[in-house]
Nanobody, 126 residues
Framework: QVQLVESGGGLVQAGGSLRLSCAAS????????MGWFRQAPGKEREFAAA????????SYADSVKGRFTISRHNAKNTVYLQMNSLKPEDTAVYYC???????????????????WGQGTQVTVSS
Protein backbone atom coordinates (compact mmCIF):
# COMPACT_ATOMS: atom_id res chain seq x y z
CA GLN A 1 0.00 0.00 0.00
CA VAL A 2 1.49 3.30 -1.10
CA GLN A 3 1.51 6.08 1.46
CA LEU A 4 2.77 9.66 1.40
CA VAL A 5 3.00 11.20 4.85
CA GLU A 6 3.62 14.93 5.25
CA SER A 7 5.04 16.54 8.36
CA GLY A 8 6.49 19.86 9.46
CA GLY A 9 3.47 22.09 9.21
CA GLY A 10 2.45 24.49 11.96
CA LEU A 11 1.85 28.07 13.00
CA VAL A 12 4.49 30.67 12.18
CA GLN A 13 4.68 34.44 12.10
CA ALA A 14 4.99 36.32 8.83
CA GLY A 15 8.60 36.36 7.71
CA GLY A 16 9.33 33.04 9.37
CA SER A 17 10.31 29.67 7.93
CA LEU A 18 9.07 26.10 7.92
CA ARG A 19 10.39 22.92 6.37
CA LEU A 20 7.90 20.36 5.19
CA SER A 21 8.83 16.71 4.68
CA CYS A 22 7.01 14.00 2.77
CA ALA A 23 8.01 10.41 3.41
CA ALA A 24 6.85 7.80 0.93
CA SER A 25 6.37 4.12 1.62
CA UNK A 26 4.98 1.13 -0.23
CA UNK A 27 7.08 1.69 -3.37
CA UNK A 28 10.08 3.68 -4.41
CA UNK A 29 9.63 7.04 -6.11
CA UNK A 30 13.29 7.54 -6.96
CA UNK A 31 12.38 7.49 -10.67
CA UNK A 32 9.24 9.62 -10.35
CA UNK A 33 8.51 13.32 -10.33
CA MET A 34 7.15 14.63 -7.05
CA GLY A 35 5.50 17.87 -6.08
CA TRP A 36 3.87 20.05 -3.47
CA PHE A 37 0.43 21.59 -3.83
CA ARG A 38 -1.60 23.70 -1.45
CA GLN A 39 -5.24 24.43 -0.83
CA ALA A 40 -6.62 27.39 1.08
CA PRO A 41 -10.18 27.39 2.47
CA GLY A 42 -12.72 27.94 -0.29
CA LYS A 43 -10.11 27.70 -3.03
CA GLU A 44 -8.99 25.03 -5.44
CA ARG A 45 -5.83 23.04 -4.91
CA GLU A 46 -2.94 24.86 -6.56
CA PHE A 47 0.56 24.02 -7.60
CA ALA A 48 3.44 25.20 -5.42
CA ALA A 49 6.60 23.35 -6.44
CA ALA A 50 7.77 20.22 -8.24
CA UNK A 51 10.99 18.30 -8.79
CA UNK A 52 12.10 15.78 -11.39
CA UNK A 53 13.14 12.28 -10.39
CA UNK A 54 16.83 13.21 -10.62
CA UNK A 55 16.41 16.39 -8.62
CA UNK A 56 18.12 18.34 -11.37
CA UNK A 57 14.98 20.09 -12.58
CA UNK A 58 12.60 22.07 -10.42
CA SER A 59 9.55 24.21 -11.07
CA TYR A 60 7.81 26.78 -8.88
CA ALA A 61 4.61 28.77 -8.90
CA ASP A 62 5.28 32.47 -9.38
CA SER A 63 3.79 33.16 -5.96
CA VAL A 64 6.49 31.15 -4.17
CA LYS A 65 9.46 31.56 -6.48
CA GLY A 66 12.52 32.85 -4.63
CA ARG A 67 11.04 31.94 -1.22
CA PHE A 68 10.41 28.17 -1.44
CA THR A 69 12.89 25.44 -2.31
CA ILE A 70 11.98 21.88 -3.15
CA SER A 71 14.49 19.06 -2.78
CA ARG A 72 14.54 15.31 -2.50
CA HIS A 73 16.55 12.47 -1.01
CA ASN A 74 15.90 9.41 -3.14
CA ALA A 75 17.64 6.99 -0.81
CA LYS A 76 15.18 8.06 1.90
CA ASN A 77 12.23 8.17 -0.51
CA THR A 78 11.53 11.66 0.82
CA VAL A 79 10.82 15.08 -0.66
CA TYR A 80 11.15 18.39 1.18
CA LEU A 81 9.81 21.91 0.87
CA GLN A 82 11.81 24.66 2.56
CA MET A 83 9.59 27.72 2.95
CA ASN A 84 11.18 31.04 3.83
CA SER A 85 9.84 34.58 4.13
CA LEU A 86 6.38 33.21 4.73
CA LYS A 87 3.36 35.43 4.16
CA PRO A 88 -0.20 35.20 5.49
CA GLU A 89 -1.36 34.29 1.98
CA ASP A 90 0.76 31.13 2.19
CA THR A 91 -1.70 29.80 4.76
CA ALA A 92 -3.12 26.54 3.41
CA VAL A 93 -3.10 22.78 3.71
CA TYR A 94 0.00 21.56 1.90
CA TYR A 95 -0.13 18.26 0.03
CA CYS A 96 2.67 16.08 -1.25
CA UNK A 97 2.13 14.27 -4.54
CA UNK A 98 3.95 11.65 -6.62
CA UNK A 99 3.46 10.34 -10.12
CA UNK A 100 3.34 6.64 -10.98
CA UNK A 101 5.49 7.17 -14.07
CA UNK A 102 9.05 8.29 -14.65
CA UNK A 103 8.93 11.84 -15.97
CA UNK A 104 12.26 13.52 -16.53
CA UNK A 105 10.61 16.84 -15.88
CA UNK A 106 8.79 18.42 -12.94
CA UNK A 107 5.01 18.17 -13.23
CA UNK A 108 2.80 21.09 -12.28
CA UNK A 109 -0.83 19.99 -12.59
CA UNK A 110 -3.01 17.99 -10.22
CA UNK A 111 -4.03 15.57 -12.98
CA UNK A 112 -0.43 14.46 -13.58
CA UNK A 113 -0.04 12.99 -10.11
CA UNK A 114 -1.33 9.62 -8.96
CA UNK A 115 -0.55 9.51 -5.25
CA TRP A 116 -1.36 12.10 -2.61
CA GLY A 117 -0.65 12.60 1.06
CA GLN A 118 -3.23 13.58 3.64
CA GLY A 119 -1.92 17.13 3.93
CA THR A 120 -0.32 19.25 6.63
CA GLN A 121 -1.65 22.61 7.81
CA VAL A 122 0.53 25.70 7.47
CA THR A 123 -0.75 28.86 9.13
CA VAL A 124 1.08 32.17 8.81
CA SER A 125 0.00 34.93 11.16
CA SER A 126 0.42 38.61 10.34
Amino acid sequence: QVQLVESGGGLVQAGGSLRLSCAASGRTFSNSAMGWFRQAPGKEREFAAAISWSGLRTSYADSVKGRFTISRHNAKNTVYLQMNSLKPEDTAVYYCAAESGSSRYPLSTVAEYDYWGQGTQVTVSS
